[in-house]
């Protein structure tokens, strides 16, 4: 795949799907957060948030009402996430791989160079192009589509392994489930998820609030979707945040597809 064939992805349809997080005014990334104000009322209605357009920050433009453009998200560390090494280094990846809300494909390389045979999605075309040049540099094949998450069109009995490095906990109460199934249909049975989101152990946060996963909900959404949940480990990640060493918490999931629902 050549970058030019990565911008003639279907932008009409991609480039202007914004994903909603869990608190209001905010950027949501891969295992990081950047906040433009606090939440003044955390238990509003899903319905009445706002909702980013991760293209147009991919593109350098504001991603929402009040947030200004920046050069860099700053979940781009050019280097795969410590819970993907984890992941590979455990042996939990296996088989055909997806990796869903792969942002600059810095994952998805690192998996390639390990040998594994891996398909990168993300609802940001602008994304792609760079996560495509990447993979060229580094050397490796990875397989690039701009796709929702929620819905995974065109993609049935597929993979055999999804990972989710921080994306999971960008979507609604209705997209988390949409995204159970969607994951679970193109899937193989037996198939493996593996998800890093944020737990609902942050303390508040006027700084960084951060979306709220808890144990019950991604127990109850992919139990819901057929997936067993096999491992549900709470982990405590220090990243530097605006020159601040800051204190994250995580859930590092692993659940498998059951062979029969």
Known sequence: MTADSVRSLDIRQHKRFERRCGVPNQLVGQGS???NVTDPN???NESDRPRMDFDALY???SPGP?????????WDTKAPKEN???WQTGGWVHGEVLDIGCGFGDNAIYLAQHG???TAMDISPTALITAERRAADAGVDVRFAAADATTLDGYTDRFDTVIDSGMFHCLDDDGKRSYAAAVHRATRPGATLLISCFSD???PNEQWPRPAVSEQTLRDVLGGAAWDVESLEPVTVRREMDG???EMSFWYVRAQRRTSD
Not at 66 to 74: A, K, R, V
């Open 201 to 203: 152990a942050n303390p």
């Open 116 to 118: 594994h045979r891996v």
């Open 244 to 246: 601040t060493e800051t």
């Open 66 to 74: 009040g947030i200004p453009p920046m050069t860099t998200p700053p």
């Open 59 to 61: 593109r350098g433009e």
């Open 33 to 35: 957060i950047l906040a």
């Open 42 to 44: 955390p238990s509003a």
């Open 84 to 86: 993907v090494i984890a």
